[in-house]
């Protein structure tokens, strides 16, 4: 069955763990290009969300969630089981130390760091498969920084970074009104053709 991109929010089994809103997991995911056999890592998967939307668009690979939060891990296997994903792993843990063992990827999507971003980001890196993409959402402009600092000063790497301030219309009575979400910046890096 052909996935559509945007996944209503609520139809997420959801908890107070964070969850990527279904406008900016289309951003995310169109930045990513994921094929139907992409190998999938998600750092800071909260709901899984994301994870969910990647592993149905990419039926023949595989999709790796780690989230260090237990409540995060429970919403990701139900969220799976909801979605019927059986090519979704949830792995609890701390990024980087939960990445060791995983094989090799296509696409990276972090979007927690608990503070070791240079860690994650460089762990990441040496899973990253040449011609790979990983994708950095961050909330805060000290993310932002240190995320572009960091990307930008890898030569294998192509890097582009936009802000996304969504505001989502509602209906009340006879008005609409904006409700805004928080706004999000998205790093979108792509691995050249060879290591550094």
Request: contains cysteine; aromatic residues 6%.
């Amino acid at each position: 069955m052909r996935h559509f991109l945007g996944i209503q929010d609520s139809e997420f089994i959801r908890g107070k763990i964070p969850m990527t809103k279904s406008e900016i997991r289309i951003l995310a995911l169109a930045k990513a290009r994921i094929a139907e056999d992409d190998i999938i890592v998600d750092v800071g998967a909260g709901t899984g969300s994301l994870s969910i939307e990647a592993a149905l668009l990419a039926p023949y690979g595989k999709v790796y969630s780690i989230e260090r939060e237990p409540e995060g891990i429970d919403l990701i296997q139900a969220n799976s089981k909801k979605f019927a994903v059986p090519n979704l792993t949830a792995i609890a843990g701390s990024a980087p130390e939960a990445l060791s063992g995983l094989p090799s990827c296509d696409v990276v999507f972090i979007g927690g760091s608990g503070g070791k971003l240079d860690q994650i980001i460089h762990s990441c890196d040496q899973l990253l498969k040449p011609n790979g993409r990983m994708i950095i959402t961050a909330v805060t402009i000290e993310t932002l920084f240190q995320a572009l600092k960091l990307m930008q000063s890898k030569s294998h790497y192509e890097v582009e970074a936009f802000s996304a301030q969504i505001a989502r219309i509602n209906q009340i009575a006879s008005y609409n009104m904006l409700q805004a979400l928080n706004p999000i910046n998205i790093i979108a890096c792509s691995k050249g053709g060879q290591y550094a």
